[in-house]
């Protein structure tokens, strides 16, 4: 399906105006056409004119495009008549090709460094008011702390083991899987290369899941009414799902309740494939992002004109701030169809959200962390298991960018050690505090140990960076492994109601592309406007084991 969105004429070089990185059309532009329109939305280019793009680019292997080649690329186009836009955009992607390397490797004299392609210049002109780009300010330590880590009582030793992702499959920058590199390669050092605790669920026959990593047990369909089928109304309200673990009774165990937003996401799998920007109904070549061995799972439930990404689980962790429109309280949710973690609002077009819900008992201490600072730079989190360094980056880079850093940090051996890496994705989660938040707490979601370095974010506020992980957020498409995962510490922005709003919460895991220019996306992406975050920081991670060994 093509889509028609309202473009800008600009003038421009050939290049940028004919590939434009516009993104497709965000899903609410999408969703806003009936189906009486669609027949109109297939016209945006010809049938001759999708034959001919892929007819151009059948002489090519996508996997070893030249500047030349590109260069040859974009004149056929302009020759064929092929307009540029979105429709543009997704021909390429349907033909095997990625259309922002075509655009990068294809811009006159181009100036790219050869550790990395991150296409910046060469952008059109804008005709519209856009943020200045965050600004970097001095590194900021907050010298008490203003809301206690964790409640409750210490954690013990080894606690909070994190789960691994189960990612297993490698990803260029541009998003085409390929072999895992060699140290001497600049994105080395991906998720798939370093193996943690790895998953080790069991099936209890009774309806629970045992977690042997964890400790915990789960509850193993969030069929709540029992009526053999998962769908809108096995939904709950936050308050709902609250009160019904109180006198939920499962395999002859009581204690069940809500889990805390750290244990759901113990669940979530990497393997899985996030569906968004699909507009089928046939969800069957998809992988969710938990493990359907020993969990029952079903996306959002079409039939009641819900998306197949409606797939948001609750969690019992509140943000201690609010977000845009969230009808007065925000809740963190997994959303095991697109593997993010969001700040839902409880209200949602005056109605009182609904969420899948899966009960956990067992023990209550996972998830809180026992910071150690080392007084060296350094500070260990004994209920992980876990070594950080207690400074960020101080800059934002690109992912690919971000690999590198880590591995020019382990050659200069840096605070004393040579095998840091980029956290994965619930690593990095597990550093996150959501009992503070910048407008809480004046500080970033993570212990006062750590320094984390301020930003101007999108609406001009002082606020704090978002952190590269090294997991690959897998989509559907053709050419998969486009985005990397990352956390936000700061506010998670979004652009509604014509203003730079947090609309997902400090403490949001979000993914964006790995390369390329967050200016393209001037108002964000997507129905809620997420501003594009290309260029994170990064928070190195070791194993703590280790240490005797230094």
Known sequence: MKHICKLLIIPCTLTA???????????????????????????????????????????????SLT????????????????????????????????????????????TRSQRSLNPTSSLPARRFPVPPPPKQLPPYTEPDPVIPNTTGPPPESGSYPIVDTGQERCYDSFGNKISCPTEENLIYGQDAQHNGNMPNLINNGDGTVSDSVTGLMWQQSPDTDNDGDIDTTDKMTFQEAVAHAKNYSLAGYNDWRLPSIKELYSLIDFHGTDPSGYQGLDDSAFIPFINTNHFDFAYGDTNSNERLIDAQFASSTLYVANTGNDGGQTLFGVNFADGRIKGYGLSLFDRDKTFYVLYVRGKTSYGFNNFHDQNDGTIID??????????????????????????EKNNGKHLGYNDWRLPNAKELQGLVDYSRSPATSNSAAISHLFETTTITNEAGQLDFPSFWSSTT??????????????????????????????????????????????????YGHGPQGDAIRINNYIRLVRDAYQIAEN
């Open 17 to 63: 105006a004919l590939i434009s990185t516009i993104a497709p059309c965000p899903a609410f532009v999408r969703n806003s056409f009936p189906d009486t329109n669609r027949q109109l939305i297939q016209q945006s280019l010809s049938e001759d004119q999708i034959a001919s793009i892929h007819n151009i680019l059948q002489a090519y292997d996508s996997s």
């Open 67 to 110: 500047s030349d080649d590109a260069q040859k690329i974009v004149k056929a186009f302009m020759k064929n008549g092929i307009p540029a836009g979105p429709s543009l955009h997704d021909a390429i992607i349907q033909a095997g090709f990625d259309p922002r390397k075509i655009r990068t490797l294809a811009q006159p004299n181009p």
């Open 382 to 407: 004994s209920a992980s298991n876990l070594m950080w360094s207690k400074g960020d980056s101080g800059r934002g880079m690109n992912w690919e960018e971000s690999l590198d850093w880590v591995q």
């Open 473 to 522: 957020h897998a989509n559907w498409t053709a050419i998969p492994g486009r985005n990397g995962v990352y956390v936000s510490f700061g506010r998670a922005m979004g652009y509604m109601h014509g203003r730079w709003l947090d609309v997902h919460g400090a403490g949001a895991q979000r993914s964006d592309p790995k390369i390329g220019d967050p200016a393209q996306w001037p």
